[in-house]
């Protein structure tokens, strides 16, 4: 099919050439000149792991192109709405301007029996909004979740574990039922569960689901700050109730928390959006998730500042990671970044290092030390902190660390080391709801 994607940021420069790489002809549209200069020269602006490989297979075949001009986008059967959805300054609530902007300009250019496609997480209301105003052109719309995980996001967008479409009732919704299961005729094909509901259930499913992730994320840190009480170990805590089938054992590692440009910003938007509709008391919840989140940053922190136990600012500290989470380079709403920034003002000297997200993190914080050699990170430390559960760092040797810096100390913030092998290469281990 031809289609176009409005927006090449993450979601976005996934989607098209995901698309491109299983045969549709699709032009990617953004009005930042400079990112699609780089998608054109096959070079993904951000890191994603298998994202240059289709980019450039994609590009080659002819399949895929990007333009700033949105009035490249005539004549498509498909137009994919997949611009951010950022917080607002000062609120809690979702900023729609850059969806409302790539809707009204792509309007002129939309011909009776086009289907728009909406792709970015949007407060519940805004696709019936959005119809509306599409109506007149005699084009449909349809609203199509995303579910990626940074990462794995090619995959998630070729062979995807379910597709949501929330469309129009009647003929208008038989239409894009009909257009978007071609579109995802290799995923179908392939027997991916297919939800077909209603615009407000589509928005719902992907603000649910973060919420979900985030409050079992927050879940287990809760009970580590009991563990950390009572002498108890979160994680064996974590194994037991995890082998219950109703409850299962991921996203029930207790650490640093979650963080990136999704579950903190969807589930503040979430808590916004239902207190408009003044449903506020049914995710009040939410809000204590997102506290108990920030909660464990500072917790990090203060770990760290007691086992120097010296005057800080005269203490090396080694953070290891910055983004997020590992495989990506994304530092928005990073706890690994949080914490770095942190140490730093209360004066420690702070060395960081990522395998991915210096540059990122450099931009936003330049006043921190960054490197990308692991030895010059280590050597000196007064203590290191994983934040970032990168496999380089999971992996690390503690007799060969141990050797390089200064005093044998290490708060895992992810509970990922084995701290029975670095006690006994006479480390100090602090772990997150261990004893």
């Known amino acids: 099919m031809k289609m176009s994607v409005i927006g090449c940021g993450y979601l976005g420069a996934v989607h098209a050439s995901a698309m491109a ?11 930042d000149a400079a990112k699609i200069d780089l998608l054109r020269a096959g070079r993904p602006p951000f890191y994603e792991p298998g994202l240059p490989e289709i980019l450039t297979s994609a590009t080659a075949s002819g399949r895929l192109r990007f333009s700033t001009e949105i009035a490249d986008a005539a004549g498509c059967a498909v137009h994919f709405i997949a611009v951010g959805t950022p917080q607002k300054p000062g609120s809690y609530a979702a900023d729609l301007r850059f969806v409302d902007a790539a809707v009204e300009s792509l309007l002129p250019h939309l011909s009776p029996g086009d289907l728009v496609a909406g792709k970015s997480t949007v407060p519940v209301g805004t696709a019936a909004r959005l119809a509306a105003l599409v109506a007149p052109t005699g084009a449909t719309l349809a609203w ?3 579910f990626l995980r940074e990462g794995f996001a090619v995959e998630d967008t070729i062979t995807p574990d379910r597709l949501v479409y929330g469309v129009a009732p009647g003929e208008e919704g038989e239409h894009a039922t009909s257009v978007l299961n071609d579109v995802y005729a290799t995923a179908l094909a392939a027997d991916t569960p297919l939800v077909v509901t209603d615009f407000a259930t589509a928005e719902l499913v992907k603000v649910a689901a973060n919420a979900f992730l985030a409050t079992k994320i927050s879940f287990i840190n809760a009970m580590a700050e009991i563990a950390e009480v009572a ?12 082998y219950d089938g ?13 963080g990136g440009g999704c579950l903190p910003k969807d589930i503040r938007a979430f808590t916004a959006r239902a207190e408009e509709l003044g449903r506020g008391e049914s995710v009040v919840f939410l809000k204590e998730v997102d506290k108990i989140n920030l909660r464990r940053r500072q917790r990090v922190v ?28 994304d530092v928005r709403d990073s706890p690994a970044l949080d914490v770095a920034v942190q140490l730093y003002g209360l004066g420690v000297n702070v060395t960081a290092i990522d395998p991915q997200a210096i540059d990122n993190a450099r931009l936003r914080h330049p006043q921190l030390t960054y490197t990308s050699d692991l030895e010059d990170a280590l050597r000196g430390a007064d203590a290191v902190v994983l934040v970032t559960e990168w496999p380089e760092f999971r992996g690390l040797d503690p007799e060969w660390a141990g050797a390089l810096v200064r005093t044998r100390t290490i708060i895992d913030g992810r509970n990922t080391l084995d701290a029975a092998a670095w006690r006994a290469a006479g480390w100090t281990y602090n772990g997150l709801g261990r004893p």
């Open 231 to 242: 002498g108890a170990d979160v994680t064996q805590l974590a194994d037991a109730i995890g």
């Open 302 to 329: 203060d770990l760290t500042v007691r086992a120097i136990g010296r005057e800080v600012w005269k203490a090396k500290v080694t953070v290891l990671g910055l983004s997020f989470k590992p495989h990506s380079d």
């Open 246 to 258: 109703r409850i299962g054992r991921r996203f029930l590692g207790a650490g640093v928390g979650f």
């Open 144 to 146: 199509n979740p995303e």
């Open 21 to 31: 790489e299983l045969g549709h002809d699709v032009i990617g549209i953004d009005v």
